[in-house]
């Protein structure tokens, strides 16, 4: 149900009204949330079914990546679909061969003809996936537990096309406890986000739940770097999906590995991603590893290295940071520059996509209407109205706010 909202009005420049919007969209409702739990809890009970070959060797399941982090986003929003890390924990010898530990976890899933995930199910280098119908994954990432921290394992690594085969230790729940230990709740960012949103939709009223699964967490609960986070991840994803671009993407938990180490937590939200970019930016011209690129280590278990894979060489760690300074630029014109709407929109779908992009144009007209319904717009010194009712997308211009307060202002470099 949704009822008005009485105010008073978030204090927003319209460059972070916009990003918040562009955040709140790329956001997994609810019952996406529900819905992975319940996807990734039936794939575990499946593969320690009766007659499984991997019956009775199943110690423990859980979220890992982004999931387990707050991080996540829809992987494609038009279609609301998301994908899903999870670890399933094997009672398998450590040193078991990484090719015979993911066949049997892939024959564990795929089951008999006619059964329920046959013919869903795809083997990988260090998980098997299984598509669903509706476009969703999920990846289980089998490891066998090993002595030192808690749920620390070995992951098996198996390649078929060249049989490269080893094993690697890792800690992905303990990454996952540090970084959620190092965001901190902050009420003011928690006001201007809860702020926006219920002058873009109004208090929508959900039913009370119960989640096993990290709870769903509205997003103006989250800290300003998750939301930041999330927005990086989003242009990531947008810009590998150009056809001219090849190899891999850089790991989500690399990003938000180098995400906990920029700095004090920026007032603004543009330019809290501005200065996570930056720091990771500074990160990218490191040359101390084995291929001449960046080394990012788990924090939490520092023998996990979570770059192991990407940067593939010193050209793939440049194509990011040349991916990372054009996002810079383009929020740079965003904040400081009097763009028209159709010019903003056409900035926010470069950036973050279509989708996410047209939500937050067509919401940042919803806010204005909703204010002039309200008669809550300010007067001006001269008793005329400051405000005007949204124009049409074309001609309509939103001015850049420079003051030094909490909603920003000043230069951005570089």
């Given amino acids: 149900m949704n009822v008005a909202y009485p105010g008073p009005w978030p204090l927003l420049t319209d460059y972070d009204a916009l990003l918040m919007d562009v955040a709140r969209r790329v956001q997994l409702t609810r019952t996406k949330h529900e819905q992975a739990e319940t996807n990734f809890r039936a794939l575990c009970q499946h593969v320690d079914r009766e007659g499984s070959p991997l019956e009775h060797k199943v110690i423990e399941c859980y979220p890992g990546g982004s999931f387990a982090t707050g991080t996540a986003i829809a992987s494609r929003v038009a279609e609301d679909q998301h994908d899903v890390d999870v670890v399933i924990e094997l009672d398998v010898a450590r040193d078991s061969a990484p090719s015979e530990i993911l066949a049997l976890l892939f024959d564990a899933i795929n089951g008999d003809e006619g059964s329920r995930y046959h013919g869903k199910v795809r083997q990988n280098s260090r998980c098997v996936t299984v598509e669903y119908g509706d476009g969703t994954t999920v990846d289980l990432m089998p490891i066998a537990r090993i002595g030192g921290p808690e749920r620390a394992g070995q992951l098996f690594h198996y390649k078929g096309d060249t049989a ?13 406890k540090h970084f959620n230990d190092q965001i901190e709740y902050d009420p003011a960012f928690h006001d201007l ?20 699964m990290p709870q769903h967490v509205p997003i103006e609960e989250k800290s300003a770097r998750v939301v930041a986070l999330q927005l990086l991840k989003r242009n ?19 990003l938000a590995a180098m995400a906990l180490d920029a700095g004090a937590v920026q007032p603004s939200l543009l330019d809290e991603v501005v200065a996570i970019a930056s720091h990771i930016r500074a990160r990218l011209k490191e040359t101390d590893g084995p291929r001449g690129t960046l080394r ?4 939490a278990y ?11 060489n010193r050209t793939a760690q440049d194509l990011y940071d040349g991916d990372l300074r054009r996002l810079i630029v383009e929020l740079y014109r965003l904040r400081n520059e009097s763009l028209s709407l159709a010019q903003q929109l056409e900035l926010l779908k470069r950036l973050f996509g279509e989708t996410a992009a047209s939500y937050a144009i067509e919401s940042n007209l919803e806010a204005r209407r909703r204010e002039m319904d309200a008669n809550r717009m300010h007067l001006s010194k001269t008793g005329k109205v400051a405000g005007m009712a949204a124009p049409a997308v074309a001609g309509a211009t939103s001015t850049a706010a420079k003051a030094a307060t909490r909603e920003g202002g000043g230069e951005l470099s570089e």
């Fill in 164 to 176: 490269e085969s080893y094993h690697k230790q890792v800690n992905p729940w303990g990454f996952a």
């Fill in 193 to 212: 986000f809860k702020g926006r949103r219920l002058l873009v939709e109004g208090e929508i009223v959900e039913k009370a739940e119960t989640q096993p």
């Fill in 236 to 254: 990531r994803d947008i810009v590998w999906r150009s056809p001219s671009r090849k190899g891999r993407k850089p790991p989500s938990v690399a």
């Fill in 296 to 299: 990012v280590f788990n924090p």
């Fill in 302 to 312: 520092k023998v996990d290295e979570f770059t192991d894979r990407w940067p593939e």
